[in-house]
């Protein structure tokens, strides 16, 4: 660590705010595409565990669709450190359809974080999987639950629509290197959510740029919406 991370480390450390607990990080898969990429992406999920987070959640955009496979089992290889997750559109409904069905048998009501199928690997990283499409299926699934008379339309609420969803737990920080727009990622849950937008590049993001983020988080007064 050099001189001037150690310093920033001393501010977090110091602060009155407290850190964030889900941290979201959003790339593209031309980041992926340069010469380090993967290692970039384990060293910051290390940086996120070691300054606070208790999860960490990656969102790999695509507009190459053909790319996800490759993607994916790249991302499975990966050396992360700790246990995680990878999800692309092809298995995102089976796996959260395995999670709700064993959820509904433990007799807790379910949702993708319910300790199977991987429910509680501390890090989760999604492909091409876009918040549109992601919030279509769920109201096809409570669509599908209502015809069957499973479910009452007049009481569907908020949890209902979340339980739906891969990965339903809401980010503290969301961190998008290279430009200041979001991309198609998590609609329904990054809603209250601090965005932190840095013109760093992935290729360039170093252990500073993460503290730099986590620093910005500690000094806002969120207002969830208020």
Same mark, same amino acid.
């Given at each position: 660590?050099?001189?001037?991370?150690?310093?920033?480390?001393? *501010?977090?450390?110091?602060?009155?705010?407290?850190?964030?607990?889900?941290?979201?990080?959003?790339?593209?898969?031309?980041?992926? =595409?340069?010469?380090?990429?993967?290692?970039?992406?384990?060293?910051?999920?290390?940086? /996120?565990?070691?300054?606070?987070?208790?999860?960490?959640?990656?969102?790999?955009?695509?507009?190459?669709?053909?790319?996800?496979?490759?993607?994916?089992?790249? =991302?499975?290889?990966?050396?992360?450190? /700790?246990?995680?997750?990878?999800?692309?559109?092809?298995? &995102?409904?089976?796996? *959260?359809?395995?999670?709700?069905?064993? !959820?509904?048998?433990?007799?807790?009501?379910?949702? &993708?974080?319910?300790?199977?199928?991987? !429910?509680?690997?501390?890090?989760?990283?999604?492909? !091409?999987?876009? !918040?549109?499409?992601?919030?279509?299926?769920?109201?096809?699934?409570?669509?599908?639950?209502?015809?069957?008379? /499973?479910?009452?339309?007049? /009481?569907?609420? &908020?949890?209902?629509?979340?339980?739906?969803?891969?990965?339903?737990?809401?980010?503290?920080?969301?961190?998008?290197?290279?430009?200041?727009?979001?991309?198609?990622?998590?609609?329904?849950?990054?809603?209250?959510?601090?965005?932190?937008?840095?013109?760093?590049?992935?290729?360039?993001?170093? *252990?500073?740029?993460?503290?730099?983020?986590?620093?910005?988080?500690?000094?806002?007064?969120? *207002?969830?919406?208020?």
């Amino acid at each position: 660590m050099g001189l001037y991370d150690a310093y920033l480390a001393v *501010r977090h450390r110091l602060h009155d705010g407290d850190p964030p607990e889900h941290v979201a990080i959003v790339i593209t898969e031309r980041d992926l =595409l340069v010469d380090g990429a993967f290692d970039t992406l384990a060293e910051a999920l290390g940086w /996120a565990l070691e300054y606070g987070a208790e999860r960490v959640t990656v969102s790999v955009s695509v507009l190459d669709e053909s790319v996800v496979p490759t993607l994916a089992r790249e =991302l499975r290889r990966l050396d992360a450190p /700790a246990p995680f997750v990878v999800r692309g559109p092809d298995d &995102a409904d089976v796996e *959260r359809s395995v999670d709700r069905e064993a !959820g509904s048998a433990d007799g807790d009501g379910g949702g &993708a974080d319910d300790g199977t199928a991987d !429910g509680d690997a501390p890090i989760r990283i999604t492909v !091409g999987l876009g !918040g549109k499409a992601e919030f279509a299926a769920a109201v096809r699934e409570i669509a599908s639950d209502v015809d069957a008379g /499973a479910l009452d339309p007049a /009481a569907i609420d &908020a949890d209902d629509v979340a339980d739906r969803l891969v990965f339903p737990e809401e980010p503290d920080l969301v961190i998008k290197t290279g430009a200041e727009r979001l991309s198609d990622f998590a609609i329904w849950q990054s809603v209250y959510a601090e965005l932190y937008f840095t013109d760093v590049n992935w290729r360039d993001f170093r *252990r500073r740029d993460y503290l730099r983020a986590v620093l910005d988080f500690q000094d806002r007064q969120r *207002r969830f919406g208020r």
